[in-house]
């Protein structure tokens, strides 16, 4: 076996523990990189870009970056008296290092941004691009021109899906069966130009849009289904039960549709859910408008 003595030890060298001390403390580089980006500032003006800085820390980091000679202060006026600090050239030097270190950082330690992938489907063309081009800004969009298309283009990327109620081949119906059946986690807005009946309610989307549809009605509902995500399966059951119970009630005279069988079993199975003030706690706040003024206590 092989013995190591203290000789083995890597030697590392002071100067490199005190520059990482340096840099390791939470506002020197960044007070080095308010002043790169300027001919010089103010204490206060120092205070405004630096958010949650206290006086005394900035004046503190302030005399230790001088001591070191990375900044230089100047007075600029005497009555009264005003200061300025900017960079020596030592400090600009510094400063590229503290850029090469954000580099390296934003590279290898963030996290990747989730990719928030959209499906557009329907066989109608200008609606398709439209609908397309409204959301690509914000979305990755794959789209679809059918039903089996649509099946095709599905998978557990896809967040949110665009569906058109009426394609050629397999219908948005039949599509959004499937969906359900391989248990995805992805939210359907239903897109059709007929107006909601009851049979809606036996169908398992969770918004419902009539045609013509609006730039913004889309964008909103497609944002509110990514948030809806992040709930629990019994919150975002309800929501989409209460989306069609206001749907239905909008379309029709509310008092023939209470004589209905698949009102009642809508009402039921929102009764049975039980969704209380505790379920709903972190919900958006303009999501929670479309709840009951009433939930369980």
């Not at 000789?7 to 580089?29: A, F, G, R, T």
């Not at 990189?33 to 980091?61: M, P, R, T, W, Y």
């Not at 058109?164 to 986690?185: A, H, T």
């Not at 609006?214 to 039960?241: G, H, N, P, W």
Request: charged share 30%; with cysteine; aromatic share 6%.
């Amino acid at each position: 076996m092989t013995e190591y003595s203290s000789s083995d030890e890597p030697d590392i060298p002071d100067y490199l523990l005190e520059s990482v001390s340096l840099l390791s403390k939470k506002w020197h580089p960044a007070v080095i990189h308010c002043l790169s980006n300027s001919d010089g500032l103010g204490f206060s003006d120092l205070e405004q870009q630096l958010d949650g800085i206290s006086a005394k820390v900035l004046n503190d980091a302030l005399a230790e970056l001088q001591e070191y000679q990375i900044i230089e202060r100047r007075e600029i006026n005497q009555s009264p008296l005003r200061v300025n600090y900017t960079l020596t050239e030592r400090g600009k030097e510094l400063d590229t290092v503290i850029g090469s270190l954000a580099d390296w950082g934003e590279t290898y330690l963030t996290e990747p941004e989730t990719q928030r992938i959209v499906l557009v489907a329907d066989d109608n063309e200008q609606i398709l691009r439209m609908h397309t081009t409204w959301l690509e800004d914000e979305y990755t969009v794959r789209t679809a021109r059918d039903g089996e298309e649509t099946v095709q283009g599905l998978d557990t990327d896809v967040g949110v899906v665009v569906l058109d109620r009426r394609m050629p081949g397999l219908s948005g119906g039949e599509v959004l069966d499937w969906i359900r059946s391989q248990r995805y986690d992805i939210r359907v807005v239903m897109v059709t130009s007929e107006l909601p009946d009851p049979d809606i309610f036996d169908m398992a989307f969770d918004e419902y849009l009539t045609k013509p549809v609006l730039e913004d009605e889309l964008k909103d509902v497609v944002a509110d289904l990514f948030e809806r995500r992040e709930y629990s399966t019994q919150l975002q059951e309800y929501l989409s039960l209460r989306s069609k119970q206001a749907l239905v009630e909008a379309a029709n005279a509310t008092e023939s549709l209470k004589t209905t069988e698949e009102y009642e079993q809508l009402q039921d199975r929102m009764a049975a859910l039980e969704v209380n003030s505790d379920d709903i706690a972190d919900a958006d706040s303009e999501i929670l408008e479309q709840l009951p003024l009433t939930v369980h206590q």
